[in-house]
């Protein structure tokens, strides 16, 4: 079965760029060396996870959407696939092709299940790219995310991470803002050692997550 959704080249360049540097490097564990895509009726979410660290980037349709739909999809679309690191940043080479003017353009997002799972990615008036999906079964990340309830009630004022996590963070924050002049925030969760979130004001479709070290 394929499911097909429609967004623009720059929402797809976005959650690319927002879950890129989250993709595990370790080559013994391919589903994690990949950028998952999942649609769920009236979501689309970009996600990606090392184990230690995970971001998500989040397209709504209607109710769910604040300022209109940011995807097109038939009623009860539901799919899923994680495409390889390498062929994701292809990918973003491609949609960053696409100057600001032409970035409002349409890429039609074709996620087909069967064995062997893959997807196309279908750019206007450019190049049809095909992929070739990973096989596995994705970490539900989306769970780690503490609630904004949790987060608003926090006390703990410490958390130690590893730099090389808080890097990723850098990173994909400085893609989705403004030249990276925009303040990072960070929200820490309450209960002892738990995963600290942080988001962009200037894209709200963005979480970024990094697990805490003993210390």
């Known amino acids: 079965m394929t499911t097909t959704i429609t967004t623009s080249i720059d929402r797809l360049r976005r959650a690319l760029e927002g879950t890129i540097p989250f993709t595990s490097s370790d ?5 994690l060396n990949a950028v998952h895509l999942k649609v769920s009726d009236e979501r689309f979410q970009a996600a990606a996870t090392d184990r230690y660290a995970a971001a998500t980037y989040r397209l709504h349709r209607g109710a769910r959407a604040e300022d209109g739909d940011e995807f097109v999809a ?17 990918l973003l080479r491609t ?8 970035a409002h353009l349409e890429v039609a997002i074709a996620i087909d299940e069967n064995r062997p799972a893959g997807a196309t990615f279908d750019f206007l008036d450019g190049p049809t790219v095909a992929v070739t999906g990973v096989e596995g079964e994705y970490p539900p990340i989306a769970r780690l995310f503490p609630t904004g309830e949790h987060l608003a009630e926090s006390t703990q004022s410490e958390v130690i991470f590893d730099a090389t996590f808080a ?6 924050a400085h893609a989705l803002t403004a030249n990276g002049h925009t303040g990072v925030h960070l929200r820490l969760n309450t209960d002892g050692v738990k995963p600290v979130v942080f988001d962009v004001k200037e894209d709200e479709r963005w979480r970024g997550l990094l697990m805490p070290v003993r210390g």
């Open 27 to 31: 080559t013994t564990t391919p589903i």
């Open 74 to 90: 038939d009623d009860g679309a539901a799919a899923e696939v994680a495409i390889a690191v390498q062929d994701a940043k292809a």
């Open 95 to 102: 949609a960053k092709t696409y100057k600001r003017r032409a």
């Open 167 to 172: 890097a990723k963070v850098h990173k994909a």
